[in-house]
DNA sequence: TATGAATGAGCTTTCATTCAT
DNA sequence: GATGAATGAAAGCTCATTCAT
């Protein structure tokens, strides 16, 4: 009974579940060779389906690729969101979490990776996905960052200086790190932990006045 | 007479040129879709070709990438090469010079800008390349800037400390900006110099000693 | 009734025998011009169809051709197999028999015929093809002529002397006649019952001992 | 001295026979891959020579074709015919002399071979040649193997039969031993001597009358 | 004579997209 | 909802042919 019961909730549950299926099959075929060359019939195969299928659930292949990218960001634009919620008022030390949560996005998340290179290589293709990255993860990051910058220099926790004017820098360890993994991983071994150390180090020790 | 003998000289030239103007041609097309939403025929008639005639002087379309991006990358290579001979045994000074030896290259050369686009998207496809590059240009620098470093610290010019051991974040704050400027420039402008100043003042003052 | 049954089941019939179609139209066009410089388009036309259909049912040119020398060779096989189930152990009239068929293979199905041709043209590209050809038609016969003259010659009944154990003798007049029917057709008119019957007049009585 | 007579010479001799040596070197290669598939720069390339130059000695890759079967065939004609003006009115003794003489045609004389195999291939895009090859070696050939064999039944010697009226009969065993050697020689093995002696044995012994 | 560069028509092959079932 | 057959536009690539030198 219980298994009949799963049987007949598993279909419709799955059917359901068909379009996440089909974007996550879509995530892995586009990361493998980039919008362009992938080949709908490889997702669809991927997937479990066949490439009819795929135009029922979407319009067409950019639409795929749009879907998939929203999809498989929500959890770090959720993620990035929850972090700022719960990181309000904390003054500088918003910055040294700032450090550890970008690392652990990167590293803990293949799909923020990758994602990230998808963005790079489609850019051009796909103006509107970059410009909801921009606006749902990045911008939001950059005001908090610009915002306590400001306010360090007030309160003299931090130096008055051009590094506290360009919240730029305190994102750019991360995102090379994601360039050297995504790239070059394979040529020069990368010890996440020690790069994430040695960036707060030089970051934090950067921007704090030498009597502090 | 001048004029007759470019003349003359004029057409042998334009062929013997052909090939680097193909390549040309495909950098721009490159750099606008990516490589497989590439058409060669697109690529010919930039170069005033047509499609026969790249395939006379190529085998086929990875070949044509693969030697534009050797082609484009020479200089910055050749930059890159002539840079590190030029500041042997410059002590710290070196870190300094190299931040703005990079953001040049970066700001001022469009080829690099962009090759590192492409690089970054097809890494998956012509891992060659991006092993190339890697030998040629990040390699012997990363060489250098560890010895620099290490030398600093010996010589107590420099902070002993987890960011003395890490090159990587002195080739960051460049990484980003070309990340900035080829997928968010629309939606945030950045002002270089500044950036560069910012860069400049965090990495150097982040690794120098309090009472150096 | 019927009709309207037929018509129903027309269309998916059809559909089922599309490949079978394709492989007959592709015999007419590879005939007429030989593989390489057969077009596909025009294989895709004369059976109704686009060239993407083609590659839906099939990998490939090659694949094609392949395909269309099994399917229509396939008749051939069988008759030659039913031929030689039919005539098991009838002694020397297998000979006369032989000829019989063998020639009316080569009259009555063009498709024998031309095939033979298309093997001869393009042996170095389709070995395998050859192979099988050899395997299942010619090798086969070859085993029972030789069977049979060595019978013959035990029981006298066929003169012992170089030609009873050279079979291929008994295949010449019947490969000769389709090389002059392919070739030399429009020069050289030919009466193939003629033929026949001199090639059985020829071989019979030259094997023949005097006295039978 | 010598050696610039012998440089002097040798360049023009070499260039007059540039021509033939292109021939020669389009044989080989439409022998490879029949005529459609061989490409003019292959020929170039084996002769030592660039596509251009093809163009100059001959119009197109049709003409080279046509000259190539007829450079070719021209000894095979030669010896056809000295064998024919050497063996008038020698009696059916001629057709043994003249199994004797095909067979070693087809056995000595590979390009007489594979010219056969091209003539069956592209009959119908060279129906001209066809003509001309019919016309020069195999006419001649009918015509007195016919009249020997009328001689033959006049005078007794042969015996009044349908065998006696069909000269394609003593061409047989040679077109298909070409048959055999070109396309199944590496699945059968075949002894051209004893198919010979087995060829002359049956057509002469079935030909004679039984009392002869 | 001979060449090498260039052409452009044409071919095979791919694949996003459609649609009857 | 889902499928598989079919389409057709387009892309990569080939190669006979031309021609200035």
New interface residues.
Partial sequence: MTIDEDCKRGTPRRKAERPTEILHAAFEEFV??????TRLEDVAARAGVTKGTIYFHFQNKENVFNQMVRELSKPMHQRTQQFLDENQHCGIEFLSSYLDFSYAEVLEDRHAREIL?L???????F?DL??EH??YV??PV?MRLQQTLADGVRDCRI?N???A??P??L???M???N??L???A???P?DPK??L???K???L???LP?KA
Same sequence: chains 1, 2, 3, 4.
Avoid: M, N, W
């Fill in positions: 493998l060779t980039g919008y362009a060359a290179r963005l790079i290589a489609e850019a051009t293709r103006p970059v410009d921009f606006q990045l911008h950059f130096r200086t051009p590094a004017t360009c730029d820098l994102l750019s360890p995102l090379a790190l360039v050297f995504l790239v070059f394979d040529r020069k990368i020690k790069h150390e040695a960036a180090d030089l970051i020790y950067g921007l030498r």
